[in-house]
Protein backbone atom coordinates (compact mmCIF):
# COMPACT_ATOMS: atom_id res chain seq x y z
CA UNK A 1 0.00 0.00 0.00
CA UNK A 2 1.61 3.23 -1.00
CA UNK A 3 0.51 6.52 1.00
CA UNK A 4 -0.82 8.82 -1.61
CA UNK A 5 -1.74 13.14 -1.51
CA UNK A 6 -4.09 14.09 -4.35
CA UNK A 7 -3.86 17.98 -4.49
CA UNK A 8 -7.01 19.02 -6.42
CA UNK A 9 -10.87 17.71 -6.16
CA UNK A 10 -11.71 18.32 -9.29
CA UNK A 11 -12.89 16.10 -12.25
CA UNK A 12 -9.21 14.45 -12.76
CA UNK A 13 -8.35 14.63 -8.80
CA UNK A 14 -11.17 13.44 -7.49
CA UNK A 15 -11.62 10.34 -9.96
CA UNK A 16 -7.98 9.57 -9.76
CA UNK A 17 -7.98 9.75 -5.43
CA UNK A 18 -11.24 7.46 -5.61
CA UNK A 19 -10.08 4.78 -8.39
CA UNK A 20 -6.27 5.02 -6.67
CA UNK A 21 -7.85 4.31 -3.15
CA UNK A 22 -9.68 1.51 -4.75
CA UNK A 23 -6.58 -0.06 -6.12
CA UNK A 24 -5.69 -0.60 -2.32
CA UNK A 25 -3.43 2.64 -1.25
CA UNK A 26 -4.16 5.14 1.58
CA UNK A 27 -4.98 8.55 -0.34
CA UNK A 28 -5.83 11.87 0.97
CA UNK A 29 -7.40 14.49 -1.40
CA UNK A 30 -7.12 18.12 -0.65
CA UNK A 31 -8.38 20.85 -2.09
CA UNK A 32 -9.11 25.02 -0.39
CA UNK A 33 -13.59 24.50 -1.02
CA UNK A 34 -14.41 23.89 2.29
CA UNK A 35 -17.67 23.15 1.41
CA UNK A 36 -16.95 20.62 -1.42
CA UNK A 37 -14.46 18.80 1.41
CA UNK A 38 -17.15 18.91 3.76
CA UNK A 39 -19.98 17.30 0.96
CA UNK A 40 -16.43 14.67 -0.33
CA UNK A 41 -16.36 13.62 3.62
CA UNK A 42 -20.03 13.19 3.61
CA UNK A 43 -19.80 10.94 0.32
CA UNK A 44 -21.81 13.46 -1.83
CA UNK A 45 -20.58 14.27 -5.51
CA UNK A 46 -19.91 17.24 -6.53
CA UNK A 47 -19.87 16.61 -10.28
CA UNK A 48 -22.46 13.83 -12.12
CA UNK A 49 -20.05 10.72 -13.44
CA UNK A 50 -21.58 7.05 -13.51
CA UNK A 51 -20.41 4.93 -10.82
CA UNK A 52 -17.87 7.72 -9.17
CA UNK A 53 -20.45 7.76 -5.72
CA UNK A 54 -20.27 4.32 -4.93
CA UNK A 55 -16.54 4.22 -5.35
CA UNK A 56 -16.17 7.33 -3.36
CA UNK A 57 -18.58 6.49 -0.64
CA UNK A 58 -16.92 2.49 -0.46
CA UNK A 59 -13.31 4.15 0.08
CA UNK A 60 -14.06 6.21 2.61
CA UNK A 61 -15.93 3.77 4.84
CA UNK A 62 -13.06 1.53 4.50
CA UNK A 63 -11.14 4.55 5.33
CA UNK A 64 -8.40 4.31 2.36
CA UNK A 65 -10.22 7.36 0.96
CA UNK A 66 -10.35 11.00 2.94
CA UNK A 67 -10.75 14.71 2.11
CA UNK A 68 -9.50 17.52 3.91
CA UNK A 69 -8.63 21.69 3.45
CA UNK A 70 -5.25 20.85 5.28
CA UNK A 71 -2.49 19.95 3.15
CA UNK A 72 0.16 19.90 5.74
CA UNK A 73 -1.91 17.55 7.28
CA UNK A 74 -2.59 15.73 4.10
CA UNK A 75 0.80 15.69 3.58
CA UNK A 76 2.15 14.06 6.38
CA UNK A 77 3.68 10.24 5.70
CA UNK A 78 2.97 10.48 2.11
CA UNK A 79 4.64 8.75 -0.30
CA UNK A 80 3.84 10.14 -3.33
CA UNK A 81 1.97 13.38 -4.46
CA UNK A 82 -0.41 13.81 -7.45
CA UNK A 83 -0.72 17.43 -8.89
CA UNK A 84 -4.09 17.62 -10.33
CA UNK A 85 -5.49 20.82 -10.46
CA UNK A 86 -6.80 23.28 -13.26
CA UNK A 87 -4.25 24.44 -15.98
CA UNK A 88 -6.69 26.91 -17.69
CA UNK A 89 -5.74 28.42 -21.22
CA UNK A 90 -4.08 31.30 -21.35
CA UNK A 91 -4.88 34.21 -24.02
CA UNK A 92 -2.70 32.85 -26.27
CA UNK A 93 -4.39 29.23 -26.27
CA UNK A 94 -1.09 28.23 -23.66
CA UNK A 95 -2.02 26.18 -20.50
CA UNK A 96 -1.66 28.08 -16.87
CA UNK A 97 0.21 26.72 -15.09
CA UNK A 98 0.07 28.96 -12.17
CA UNK A 99 -2.48 26.37 -9.84
CA UNK A 100 0.36 23.74 -10.74
CA UNK A 101 3.18 26.08 -9.90
CA UNK A 102 1.54 27.01 -6.28
CA UNK A 103 0.34 23.48 -5.61
CA UNK A 104 3.86 22.21 -5.85
CA UNK A 105 5.71 25.01 -4.16
CA UNK A 106 3.31 24.01 -1.04
CA UNK A 107 4.29 20.71 -0.87
CA UNK A 108 8.14 20.79 -1.74
CA UNK A 109 8.00 23.19 1.33
CA UNK A 110 6.23 20.59 3.51
CA UNK A 111 7.62 17.23 2.49
CA UNK A 112 9.98 15.46 5.40
CA UNK A 113 11.62 12.79 2.96
CA UNK A 114 11.84 11.47 -0.30
CA UNK A 115 8.53 12.03 -2.21
CA UNK A 116 7.28 11.11 -5.94
CA UNK A 117 5.74 14.42 -7.32
CA UNK A 118 3.06 13.60 -10.06
CA UNK A 119 1.99 15.62 -13.05
CA UNK A 120 -2.02 14.26 -13.50
CA UNK A 121 -2.64 17.75 -14.28
CA UNK A 122 -2.50 17.91 -18.09
CA UNK A 123 0.32 20.30 -18.75
CA UNK A 124 2.78 21.64 -21.50
CA UNK A 125 6.14 19.56 -22.48
CA UNK A 126 8.84 20.55 -20.31
CA UNK A 127 6.75 20.90 -17.23
CA UNK A 128 8.38 18.32 -15.24
CA UNK A 129 11.43 20.18 -15.50
CA UNK A 130 9.54 23.57 -14.05
CA UNK A 131 8.28 21.29 -11.02
CA UNK A 132 11.73 20.14 -10.18
CA UNK A 133 12.65 23.90 -10.30
CA UNK A 134 10.20 25.05 -8.28
CA UNK A 135 10.37 21.93 -5.41
CA UNK A 136 13.80 22.28 -5.44
CA UNK A 137 13.62 26.01 -4.73
CA UNK A 138 10.85 25.26 -1.97
CA UNK A 139 13.71 23.11 -0.15
CA UNK A 140 16.56 25.80 -0.41
CA UNK A 141 14.18 28.08 1.19
CA UNK A 142 13.95 25.56 4.27
CA UNK A 143 17.71 25.05 3.97
CA UNK A 144 17.35 21.32 3.48
CA UNK A 145 18.29 18.55 0.40
CA UNK A 146 15.60 16.50 0.52
CA UNK A 147 15.57 13.91 -2.07
CA UNK A 148 12.41 13.81 -4.93
CA UNK A 149 11.66 12.79 -8.52
CA UNK A 150 8.86 14.18 -10.74
CA UNK A 151 7.04 11.75 -12.91
CA UNK A 152 4.67 12.48 -15.50
CA UNK A 153 1.67 10.54 -15.21
CA UNK A 154 -1.35 11.67 -18.01
CA UNK A 155 -4.69 10.64 -17.69
CA UNK A 156 -7.15 9.45 -20.52
CA UNK A 157 -10.17 10.10 -18.78
CA UNK A 158 -13.32 10.06 -21.04
CA UNK A 159 -16.03 11.72 -19.13
CA UNK A 160 -18.99 9.63 -17.98
CA UNK A 161 -16.64 6.55 -18.29
CA UNK A 162 -14.02 7.90 -16.56
CA UNK A 163 -14.23 5.41 -13.31
CA UNK A 164 -14.08 1.94 -15.90
CA UNK A 165 -11.77 4.32 -17.88
CA UNK A 166 -9.15 4.61 -14.58
CA UNK A 167 -9.41 0.79 -13.41
CA UNK A 168 -9.48 -0.64 -17.18
CA UNK A 169 -7.26 1.41 -18.88
CA UNK A 170 -5.61 0.96 -22.60
CA UNK A 171 -2.33 2.16 -21.16
CA UNK A 172 -0.54 3.09 -17.94
CA UNK A 173 2.21 6.09 -18.96
CA UNK A 174 5.11 6.55 -16.98
CA UNK A 175 7.57 9.46 -17.68
CA UNK A 176 10.28 9.45 -15.17
CA UNK A 177 14.33 9.14 -15.01
CA UNK A 178 14.17 7.72 -11.73
CA UNK A 179 14.69 3.57 -11.76
CA UNK A 180 13.08 4.57 -8.15
CA UNK A 181 9.99 6.36 -9.40
CA UNK A 182 9.46 4.19 -11.73
CA UNK A 183 8.63 1.50 -8.89
CA UNK A 184 6.78 2.94 -6.67
CA UNK A 185 4.67 4.13 -9.37
CA UNK A 186 3.84 0.45 -10.55
CA UNK A 187 3.54 -0.11 -6.50
CA UNK A 188 0.48 2.51 -7.36
CA UNK A 189 -0.69 0.58 -10.05
CA UNK A 190 -0.46 -2.54 -8.61
CA UNK A 191 -4.00 -3.41 -9.14
CA UNK A 192 -3.26 -3.03 -12.78
CA UNK A 193 0.18 -4.72 -13.01
CA UNK A 194 -0.99 -7.73 -12.13
CA UNK A 195 -3.86 -7.15 -14.78
CA UNK A 196 -1.15 -7.17 -17.35
CA UNK A 197 -2.06 -3.28 -18.68
CA UNK A 198 0.45 -2.16 -21.14
CA UNK A 199 2.98 -0.02 -18.96
CA UNK A 200 5.03 2.70 -21.07
CA UNK A 201 7.92 3.33 -19.45
CA UNK A 202 9.52 6.91 -20.93
CA UNK A 203 10.56 9.98 -20.02
CA UNK A 204 8.86 13.15 -18.62
CA UNK A 205 9.01 15.20 -21.68
CA UNK A 206 7.72 12.04 -23.84
CA UNK A 207 4.89 11.25 -21.44
CA UNK A 208 3.93 14.75 -21.96
CA UNK A 209 3.89 15.13 -25.25
CA UNK A 210 1.70 11.60 -25.44
CA UNK A 211 -0.90 13.28 -24.15
CA UNK A 212 -1.59 16.39 -25.61
CA UNK A 213 -0.33 14.01 -29.09
CA UNK A 214 -3.50 11.89 -28.09
CA UNK A 215 -6.32 14.41 -28.14
CA UNK A 216 -4.78 16.06 -30.68
CA UNK A 217 -5.25 13.55 -32.71
CA UNK A 218 -8.68 12.78 -31.62
CA UNK A 219 -9.70 15.90 -32.99
CA UNK A 220 -8.58 16.00 -35.95
CA UNK A 221 -10.57 12.69 -36.81
CA UNK A 222 -13.89 14.67 -35.14
CA UNK A 223 -13.30 17.78 -36.98
CA UNK A 224 -12.27 15.29 -40.59
CA UNK A 225 -15.38 13.45 -40.44
CA UNK A 226 -17.60 16.59 -39.75
CA UNK A 227 -15.94 18.46 -42.59
CA UNK A 228 -16.58 15.13 -44.68
CA UNK A 229 -20.53 15.37 -43.82
CA UNK A 230 -20.99 18.93 -45.01
CA UNK A 231 -19.49 17.72 -48.17
CA UNK A 232 -21.95 15.02 -48.21
CA UNK A 233 -24.66 17.21 -48.36
CA UNK A 234 -23.58 18.83 -51.01
CA UNK A 235 -22.72 15.77 -53.21
CA UNK A 236 -26.03 13.86 -51.83
CA UNK A 237 -23.91 11.17 -50.14
CA UNK A 238 -24.76 9.49 -46.63
CA UNK A 239 -21.69 10.49 -44.29
CA UNK A 240 -22.96 7.38 -41.52
CA UNK A 241 -22.11 4.92 -44.60
CA UNK A 242 -18.58 6.58 -45.64
CA UNK A 243 -17.75 6.43 -41.76
CA UNK A 244 -18.65 3.20 -41.74
CA UNK A 245 -17.34 1.94 -44.52
CA UNK A 246 -14.30 3.77 -43.68
CA UNK A 247 -14.08 2.38 -39.84
CA UNK A 248 -13.91 -1.22 -41.64
CA UNK A 249 -10.39 -0.27 -42.12
CA UNK A 250 -8.16 -1.30 -39.78
CA UNK A 251 -6.03 1.43 -40.15
CA UNK A 252 -8.41 3.57 -39.71
CA UNK A 253 -10.83 2.57 -37.49
CA UNK A 254 -14.40 3.56 -36.15
CA UNK A 255 -14.27 5.20 -33.30
CA UNK A 256 -14.39 9.16 -33.37
CA UNK A 257 -16.03 8.95 -36.99
CA UNK A 258 -19.32 10.50 -35.83
CA UNK A 259 -20.28 13.49 -37.06
CA UNK A 260 -22.24 16.08 -35.32
CA UNK A 261 -22.29 19.58 -33.83
CA UNK A 262 -18.46 19.77 -33.70
CA UNK A 263 -16.60 18.79 -29.93
CA UNK A 264 -16.26 20.22 -26.96
CA UNK A 265 -15.72 19.58 -22.88
CA UNK A 266 -12.58 20.09 -20.60
CA UNK A 267 -9.97 18.40 -22.90
CA UNK A 268 -10.14 18.78 -26.62
CA UNK A 269 -10.95 22.53 -27.19
CA UNK A 270 -7.87 23.45 -24.49
CA UNK A 271 -5.39 21.25 -25.01
CA UNK A 272 -5.41 21.28 -29.17
CA UNK A 273 -4.83 25.21 -28.56
CA UNK A 274 -2.09 24.01 -26.09
CA UNK A 275 -0.10 21.79 -28.34
CA UNK A 276 -1.03 24.51 -31.03
CA UNK A 277 0.68 27.10 -28.90
CA UNK A 278 3.63 25.01 -28.62
CA UNK A 279 4.35 24.38 -31.77
CA UNK A 280 4.16 28.55 -32.34
CA UNK A 281 6.42 28.75 -29.48
CA UNK A 282 8.89 26.56 -31.13
CA UNK A 283 8.25 27.97 -34.42
CA UNK A 284 6.86 25.01 -35.92
CA UNK A 285 3.19 25.83 -36.30
CA UNK A 286 1.06 22.44 -36.39
CA UNK A 287 -0.55 23.35 -39.53
CA UNK A 288 -3.27 19.92 -38.81
CA UNK A 289 -4.15 20.77 -35.69
CA UNK A 290 -4.42 24.88 -36.07
CA UNK A 291 -7.35 23.78 -39.01
CA UNK A 292 -9.00 21.44 -36.73
CA UNK A 293 -9.01 24.04 -34.51
CA UNK A 294 -11.07 26.70 -36.58
CA UNK A 295 -13.00 23.30 -38.37
CA UNK A 296 -14.87 22.68 -35.20
CA UNK A 297 -15.80 26.66 -34.34
CA UNK A 298 -16.62 26.50 -37.82
CA UNK A 299 -19.18 23.50 -37.21
CA UNK A 300 -20.91 25.19 -34.86
CA UNK A 301 -21.45 28.02 -36.38
CA UNK A 302 -22.68 25.64 -39.44
CA UNK A 303 -25.55 24.05 -37.38
CA UNK A 304 -27.06 27.82 -36.68
CA UNK A 305 -26.79 27.93 -40.33
CA UNK A 306 -28.37 24.53 -41.11
CA UNK A 307 -31.09 25.15 -38.52
CA UNK A 308 -31.68 29.30 -39.93
CA UNK A 309 -32.06 27.30 -43.49
CA UNK A 310 -34.25 24.71 -42.66
CA UNK A 311 -36.69 26.81 -41.22
CA UNK A 312 -36.59 28.88 -44.25
CA UNK A 313 -33.81 30.48 -44.76
CA UNK A 314 -32.33 34.08 -43.47
CA UNK A 315 -34.99 36.14 -41.30
CA UNK A 316 -36.96 32.73 -40.35
CA UNK A 317 -35.62 32.47 -37.20
CA UNK A 318 -36.99 35.95 -35.54
CA UNK A 319 -40.14 35.29 -33.56
CA UNK A 320 -39.72 31.43 -33.84
CA UNK A 321 -39.36 29.33 -30.35
CA UNK A 322 -36.83 26.28 -30.88
CA UNK A 323 -36.85 23.61 -28.38
CA UNK A 324 -33.14 22.63 -27.74
CA UNK A 325 -32.85 19.18 -26.00
CA UNK A 326 -29.45 18.68 -24.35
CA UNK A 327 -27.02 20.92 -23.22
CA UNK A 328 -24.19 18.95 -21.76
CA UNK A 329 -20.97 18.62 -23.93
CA UNK A 330 -21.60 14.94 -23.98
CA UNK A 331 -24.58 12.12 -22.47
CA UNK A 332 -23.53 10.94 -18.78
CA UNK A 333 -22.03 14.13 -17.19
CA UNK A 334 -23.10 17.86 -16.56
CA UNK A 335 -19.67 19.03 -17.87
CA UNK A 336 -20.72 22.66 -20.56
CA UNK A 337 -17.64 23.53 -20.67
CA UNK A 338 -16.93 24.28 -24.25
CA UNK A 339 -20.33 22.48 -25.34
CA UNK A 340 -21.37 23.06 -29.08
CA UNK A 341 -24.91 23.10 -27.20
CA UNK A 342 -23.63 26.70 -25.92
CA UNK A 343 -22.31 28.39 -29.06
CA UNK A 344 -25.39 27.13 -30.94
CA UNK A 345 -27.74 28.47 -28.61
CA UNK A 346 -26.24 31.76 -28.55
CA UNK A 347 -26.23 31.67 -32.34
CA UNK A 348 -30.08 31.49 -31.88
CA UNK A 349 -30.57 33.91 -29.98
CA UNK A 350 -28.31 36.30 -32.15
CA UNK A 351 -31.18 35.67 -35.31
CA UNK A 352 -33.75 36.36 -32.35
CA UNK A 353 -35.04 33.10 -31.62
CA UNK A 354 -36.32 32.20 -28.24
CA UNK A 355 -35.20 29.42 -26.68
CA UNK A 356 -36.81 26.42 -24.58
CA UNK A 357 -33.97 24.84 -23.11
CA UNK A 358 -33.25 21.29 -21.30
CA UNK A 359 -30.65 18.24 -19.99
CA UNK A 360 -30.75 15.67 -17.49
CA UNK A 361 -28.00 16.53 -15.85
CA UNK A 362 -26.74 20.17 -16.80
CA UNK A 363 -29.41 22.74 -15.58
CA UNK A 364 -27.86 23.97 -12.68
CA UNK A 365 -24.78 24.84 -14.87
CA UNK A 366 -26.92 26.08 -17.89
CA UNK A 367 -28.31 28.34 -15.62
CA UNK A 368 -25.37 30.45 -15.17
CA UNK A 369 -23.38 29.37 -18.86
CA UNK A 370 -26.04 30.66 -20.76
CA UNK A 371 -26.47 33.85 -19.03
CA UNK A 372 -25.53 35.98 -21.36
CA UNK A 373 -28.57 35.28 -23.53
CA UNK A 374 -30.77 38.09 -22.60
CA UNK A 375 -34.28 37.23 -22.97
CA UNK A 376 -36.46 34.48 -24.62
CA UNK A 377 -34.25 32.03 -22.99
CA UNK A 378 -36.90 29.59 -20.72
CA UNK A 379 -35.24 25.79 -18.91
CA UNK A 380 -37.98 23.21 -19.36
CA UNK A 381 -39.30 20.79 -17.14
CA UNK A 382 -38.50 17.72 -19.18
CA UNK A 383 -38.02 17.03 -23.12
CA UNK A 384 -41.29 17.14 -23.92
CA UNK A 385 -41.87 20.28 -21.68
CA UNK A 386 -39.13 21.98 -24.17
CA UNK A 387 -41.93 21.45 -26.92
CA UNK A 388 -44.90 24.06 -25.41
CA UNK A 389 -45.06 26.82 -27.63
CA UNK A 390 -42.20 25.26 -29.92
CA UNK A 391 -41.36 25.59 -33.62
CA UNK A 392 -38.83 23.26 -34.01
CA UNK A 393 -36.75 20.38 -32.00
CA UNK A 394 -33.17 20.65 -32.08
CA UNK A 395 -31.49 17.38 -30.74
CA UNK A 396 -27.63 18.89 -29.37
CA UNK A 397 -26.45 16.22 -26.90
CA UNK A 398 -26.78 12.26 -27.38
CA UNK A 399 -28.19 10.94 -24.09
CA UNK A 400 -29.91 7.79 -24.02
CA UNK A 401 -34.01 8.80 -23.19
CA UNK A 402 -33.50 10.99 -26.36
CA UNK A 403 -33.06 7.99 -28.62
CA UNK A 404 -36.73 7.10 -28.22
CA UNK A 405 -38.89 9.76 -28.22
CA UNK A 406 -42.72 9.76 -28.93
CA UNK A 407 -42.45 11.48 -32.41
CA UNK A 408 -46.10 11.60 -33.17
CA UNK A 409 -46.20 13.24 -29.54
CA UNK A 410 -43.65 15.24 -31.02
CA UNK A 411 -45.36 16.78 -33.67
CA UNK A 412 -48.71 17.03 -32.22
CA UNK A 413 -46.70 19.46 -29.65
CA UNK A 414 -44.42 21.83 -32.48
CA UNK A 415 -46.01 24.37 -33.85
CA UNK A 416 -44.10 23.47 -37.04
CA UNK A 417 -42.21 20.32 -38.56
CA UNK A 418 -38.72 20.94 -38.11
CA UNK A 419 -36.48 18.35 -36.12
CA UNK A 420 -33.13 18.83 -36.49
CA UNK A 421 -30.81 15.61 -34.89
CA UNK A 422 -27.42 17.28 -34.80
CA UNK A 423 -25.78 13.80 -33.58
CA UNK A 424 -27.83 11.59 -36.36
CA UNK A 425 -29.86 9.22 -33.62
CA UNK A 426 -32.98 9.21 -35.57
CA UNK A 427 -33.66 7.64 -39.18
CA UNK A 428 -34.71 10.07 -41.72
CA UNK A 429 -37.97 7.39 -42.63
CA UNK A 430 -39.25 6.96 -39.27
CA UNK A 431 -39.00 10.74 -38.36
CA UNK A 432 -40.80 12.16 -41.74
CA UNK A 433 -43.07 8.82 -41.23
CA UNK A 434 -44.54 11.09 -37.83
CA UNK A 435 -45.07 14.39 -40.30
CA UNK A 436 -42.03 15.81 -39.02
CA UNK A 437 -39.40 17.20 -41.50
CA UNK A 438 -35.79 15.71 -40.51
CA UNK A 439 -32.24 17.43 -40.84
CA UNK A 440 -29.20 15.26 -39.66
CA UNK A 441 -25.78 16.04 -40.18
CA UNK A 442 -24.32 14.76 -43.36
CA UNK A 443 -27.14 12.59 -44.50
Same mark, same amino acid.
Given at each position: ???????????????????????????? %??? *?????????????????????????????? &????S??? &????????????????? *?????????????????????? &???????????????????? $?????????????????????V?????????????????????????????????????????????E?????????????????????????? &????????? %???????????????????????????? $??????? %?F??? *??A????????????????????????Q????????????? $?????????????????????????????????????????????????????????L??????? %???????????G????????????F?????????? *???????????????????????????????
Open positions: MVTITVIGTGYVGLVSGACLAEFGNHVT %CVD *TDAAKIEALTGGRIPIFEPGLEDVVQRNVR &SRRLFTT &SLPGAMKGSDVVFIAVG *TPPADDGSADLGFVEQAVREAG &SLIEGYTVFVNKSTVPVGTA $GKVRRWVREALDKRGLDIPFDVSNPEFLREGNAVYDFTHPDRVVIGSGSAQAREIMKEVYRALYLNTPYIETSCETAEMIKYASNAFLSVKI &SFINEIANL %CEKVGANVQDVAKAMGRDGRIGSKFLHA $GPGYGGS %CPKD *TRIAATGRQYGLPLSIIETAIRANERQALMVDKIEGGMG $GPGALEGKTIAVLGLAYKQNTNDMRESPAIAICEGLAARRARLRVWDPQAMEEAAWRKGISGGL %CFAKDEYDTLESHALVLVTEWNQRNLDLNRIRR *TLLGPWFFDLRNIYKREEVEKAGLSYFGVGL
